[in-house]
């Protein structure tokens, strides 16, 4: 019997990567053959460029012709150590930074260019040439987090669990010992004054206010460990959403810490669609998944803990590996370590379009986009349904 594994003869482009913009309304995606640009709602093709050669890492600069493009693939483009600023204008790159060791992450703004390597944030002015402004050292970052704000930076700390946060203009730096164990994932809001974080445990959500570092709640995705794919704060600091390898979007209330998410969550316990809201006191939260018993005491923990107010199914595809070296370049297997066969491509990416309406994106060979929006539901809380999808590959 022939037990050989059988030859991929699929022309068909892979996605190695998929992240959205700053202000979600495009994401990027990374091919084995180029890369492209999508609008975010509807799904649509913007920009296609085919390099004939693998795109890993995609970054965009909002919607400017600045591109921060890294090698990947079966055939990069480029070294995986080298960070390539693509002028799509003139079609050529402008700028190239190049590191003694693969590169997982890039962050980009109108002043910085953020790389983020296994151990290190190496922080550049975004100029010609980039000035090298500093470096930080971070515990191991198989999964390359990085969140670059107007005026802070969020990263893992040296020691596993803890996050650095640095004031990009001033240089302080301020450290929150998020975790006991290693981070799994970071989301800084729009605004830069709200920091969610995940550790690789994977039940308990936790955010923190940037400006004094405390902790402002702690939520809880479920009781069994999960690998968390994706953090996502609303556009006014009012709800989280999460996606996790259960293949299950979470939508979260976050209580009000300023003046802007106060007045958000203070029209949504005024309004008739949806069940309890967060206001500093969780026990309205609490109630929506445990009733009663979340108000004994003594009992566990996990019958007063904050849960999500509504859930969905997103899809994961049946991808169990990308085939041969495709995976390098996805973040989602660095955890693997770069240059490790197989491994699951990257899913479960949100993006909030507005504060009740987010995309889901996911890469790999059934690279998918969906769209979810939160309604009234038949009791009158909220729920989270799918209003489309698409397989943005197939489709385009």
């Not at 975004?126 to 090298?132: G, I, L, Q, R």
């Not at 198989?142 to 893992?156: K, Q, S, T």
């Not at 996790?244 to 209330?253: E, N, P, Q, V």
């Not at 949100?350 to 060979?365: E, K, Q």
Request: with cysteine.
């Amino acid at each position: 019997m022939n037990t050989r594994q059988a030859i991929d003869n699929s022309s068909s482009p892979v996605s190695l990567s998929a992240a959205f913009n700053q202000d979600n309304s495009c994401f990027s995606v990374g091919l084995d053959t180029g890369f492209c640009v999508f609008n975010s709602d509807p799904c649509e093709l913007r920009v296609g460029r085919d390099f004939g050669a693998g795109i890993g890492l995609v970054e965009m600069l909002g919607r400017a012709n600045y591109i921060a493009l890294v090698g990947g693939g079966k055939q990069p483009k480029f070294p995986q150590n080298k960070v390539i600023i693509w002028d799509d204008a003139k079609q050529k790159p402008v700028i190239t930074l190049e590191f003694r060791s693969p590169i997982y992450c890039v962050r980009l703004s109108r002043t910085r260019i953020i790389v983020t390597l296994c151990n290190s944030i190496h922080v550049y002015a975004f100029s010609s040439p980039p000035e090298k402004l500093s470096v930080f050292e971070t515990a191991d970052n198989p999964f390359g987090l990085c969140c670059l704000g107007d005026r802070v930076l969020a990263f893992p700390g040296r020691t596993p669990g803890q996050v650095q946060l640095v004031e990009i203009e001033r240089g302080n730096v301020s450290i929150i010992p998020a975790h006991s164990a290693a981070l799994r994932a970071l989301d800084l809001s729009p605004d830069g004054e709200v920091l969610a974080t995940a550790s690789e445990t994977g039940t308990l959500i936790r955010i923190w206010s940037t400006a004094n570092c405390s902790r402002i709640a702690e939520l809880r995705r479920g009781v069994d460990q999960a690998a968390i794919f994706s953090l996502a704060i609303s556009p006014s600091n009012a709800l989280l959403a999460t996606t996790s390898d259960k293949s299950t979007l979470h939508i979260f209330d976050l209580p009000h810490h300023s003046s802007r998410s106060e007045s958000s969550i203070t029209r949504r316990q005024q309004s008739p669609v949806g069940g309890p809201a967060v206001n500093g006191n969780s026990d309205d939260t609490n109630s929506q998944k445990w009733g009663i018993l979340g108000k004994i005491p003594l009992l566990p923990r996990v019958f007063s803990d904050v849960y999500s107010f509504a859930s969905a199914h997103f899809e994961m595809g049946d991808e169990v590996s990308l085939p041969g070296q495709l995976a390098r370049a996805s973040i989602s297997t660095a955890a693997l370590g770069l240059g490790v066969l197989g491994g699951r491509p990257l899913k479960g990416v949100v993006g909030w379009l507005s504060d009740d309406t987010l995309v889901v994106i996911g890469a790999g060979r059934d690279g998918r986009w969906e769209k979810f929006v939160l309604v009234e539901g038949e009791d009158r809380r909220r729920v989270c349904v799918r209003q489309g999808w698409k397989r943005y590959l197939s489709d385009s």
